[in-house]
């Protein structure tokens, strides 16, 4: 799932963006409030970690733009100020959570998977379609016979935007969004292989193929 990180302390930006990658997300990370503004203006974000105190800007009037945009994506507040004025002014803004530096990547991780869980109106760490169960934690897909299947990095990202909303077919293009950072320069070819990686797993018939238009995971429950 595709992931904005806004924050100009490169050494923070590099570690969380290492383990952000490890946890399942497609990172892209900008470290200055205009781009961020363009960014989220741009790109489908499912969930945005922005720090307040920008180069160039403020990250609260990011925020605010976005918002007055009808831009919903959830966004966690990162930032060294710890009072609560500032964690007010923010959640005012359209924050959806806050958490102040210094602050543990198992906390951070915590409360980012709380926040999607909300957005997609589930209560725990579990995708569930048709008797499969997407296991967001451990990155394994339990299919309905009970039988466990770890993915890579990749195959769990894809098949977390097919099983997020089943039914619904995604392009090519969507899946490459989601799945890959504005830094990589991945081909259609690439979703075509990984599609045909999880039909070994979950079966042919999971993962529809509309031809000229995409794929949707067919497993309804």
Not at 47 to 69: E, F, I, M, T
Not at 75 to 103: C, E, M, N
Not at 198 to 206: E, F, H, S
Request: with cysteine; aromatic share 6%; glycine share 8%.
């Amino acid at each position: 799932m595709r992931l904005l990180l806004v924050e100009d302390d490169s050494l923070l930006a590099e570690s969380l963006q290492r383990q952000l990658s490890s946890a399942g997300f497609s990172v892209d990370a900008i470290a200055t409030a205009s781009g961020a503004a363009q960014l989220g203006r741009q790109e489908d974000y499912r969930v945005v970690v922005l720090d307040l105190g920008l180069p160039d800007g403020n990250g609260l009037d990011v925020l605010r733009q976005w918002r007055s945009r009808g831009l919903t994506m959830p966004v966690l507040i990162l930032t060294a100020r710890g009072d609560w004025q500032d964690k007010v002014s923010g959640l005012k803004a359209g924050a959806d959570d806050y958490l102040a530096k210094p602050f543990q990547t198992e906390e951070l991780l915590a409360r980012l998977d709380a926040l999607i869980r909300r957005s997609e109106g589930r209560v725990d760490s579990f995708l569930s379609a048709g008797g499969f169960r997407l296991d967001e934690n451990r990155q394994v897909l339990v299919t309905p016979d009970g039988e466990e299947h770890p993915l890579t990095g990749t195959e769990f990202r894809l098949l977390r935007c097919l099983m997020s909303r089943p039914g619904q077919l995604f392009s090519k293009e969507n899946l490459l969004e989601q799945v890959y950072n504005l830094d990589e320069s991945p081909t259609h070819n690439a979703i075509e292989a990984y599609i045909r990686r999880l039909r070994k797993v979950a079966g042919q018939d999971a993962i529809v193929t509309r031809r000229g238009q995409g794929y949707m995971f067919n497993a309804v429950d």
